[in-house]
């Protein structure tokens, strides 16, 4: 499982659901399994944790109709990262890289909370 940190609050909107899309400049062929991590900054709580397990099904130059779902406009160079299959953990302290990396936690120790 590859991993990729978010600043909040979109990381937390991820985590709900709410935001099924992020967006990046750049694409990655890597489809399966990612961790949601929310960066240390800004301070929304919970900062520097993992968050949720998303499903990366696929990455695309964003549209218009992506903006609801991305939680933002489109801009220039804008690609979509589609999220399917959102599962949020209880938060797990995690210290974010830049681009996509492999976490350093334990991941049997994630505990999936049920809706």
């Known amino acids: 499982m590859k991993a990729l940190s978010i600043r909040q609050p979109w990381a937390n909107l991820i985590a709900s659901g709410t935001k099924t899309m992020e967006t990046r400049t750049w694409a990655?062929?890597?489809r399966g399994e990612l961790?949601?991590?929310s960066s240390k900054y800004p301070r929304i709580?919970?900062?520097?944790?993992?968050?949720?397990?998303v499903d990366?099904?696929?990455c695309r130059p964003m549209t218009?109709?992506?903006e609801?779902?991305?939680?933002c406009e489109?801009?220039?160079?804008?690609?979509?990262?589609?999220?399917?299959n959102i599962r949020p953990i209880s938060p797990i302290p995690i210290r974010g890289k830049l681009g996509l990396f492999d976490p350093d936690i334990n991941m049997?120790?994630?505990?999936?909370?049920t809706a």
Not at 108 to 113: A, D, E, G, K, R
């Open 64 to 66: 218009l109709a992506d």
């Open 56 to 58: 990366l099904v696929e």
């Open 108 to 113: 049997t120790t994630m505990i999936h909370i």
């Open 35 to 37: 961790l949601i991590v």
């Open 68 to 71: 609801k779902f991305a939680r």
């Open 45 to 53: 709580s919970p900062a520097g944790c993992a968050l949720a397990v």
């Open 28 to 30: 990655t062929s890597y």
């Open 74 to 84: 489109v801009y220039e160079h804008a690609i979509v990262w589609i999220f399917r």
